[in-house]
Structure formats: structure tokens, C-alpha cells
């Protein structure tokens, strides 16, 4: 629908990365987590046919890991509707 926003929230970092775990809380695992930048993300919101509304950054906090970020885009509403 256009101007309907989407809202993303996610691990980021200074580049785009992937990590696999094998164990976590003592238990064998196997998944895989992968990390974008803002600007990668927001480029694919782009790309969807998206336009880029608001963007929130935040350091990592207590026992985090990563960054996290928040972007907030929408759908352009066409001229005249």
C-alpha cells in the first residue's frame, strides 16, 4: 500500500559479515548469522522501490555483541493520488 511504512530493526556492524555457531548454552547448534550494514539495507529498500524515511543507530549495549539499527522506510504515494 502506498505510504505504508516498514520498520527494521537488526544487528549491524562497519561491514557486512556472517558468523556460524555450532554450540550455544552448552547444546550443539548449527546457525547461521549474518550482519548488514545500514547502507547496504537501505540500498535494498531502494532498490524495492522504497524510499528511506528515518534511520536510528545505537552502539551495543551490556552484553551485546553488535551494533543495532533501525531503519524506517515507505512507499512513495504517486503523484495525485
Known amino acids: 500500500m502506498p505510504g505504508a511504512p516498514v520498520l527494521l530493526g537488526f544487528q549491524s556492524g562497519a561491514e557486512d559479515g556472517r558468523a556460524h555457531l555450532a554450540e550455544r548454552f552448552g547444546r550443539e547448534i548449527s ?9 547496504t539495507v537501505a540500498a535494498r529498500l531502494r532498490e524495492a522501490g522504497l524510499e528511506l524515511y528515518a534511520r536510528v543507530l545505537r552502539e551495543a549495549e ?20
Open 31 to 39: 546457525l547461521d548469522c549474518y550482519w548488514r550494514t545500514p547502507e
Open 62 to 81: 551490556g552484553e551485546e555483541q553488535r551494533p543495532r539499527a533501525f531503519l524506517l522506510a515507505r512507499k512513495p504515494v504517486p503523484a495525485g493520488a
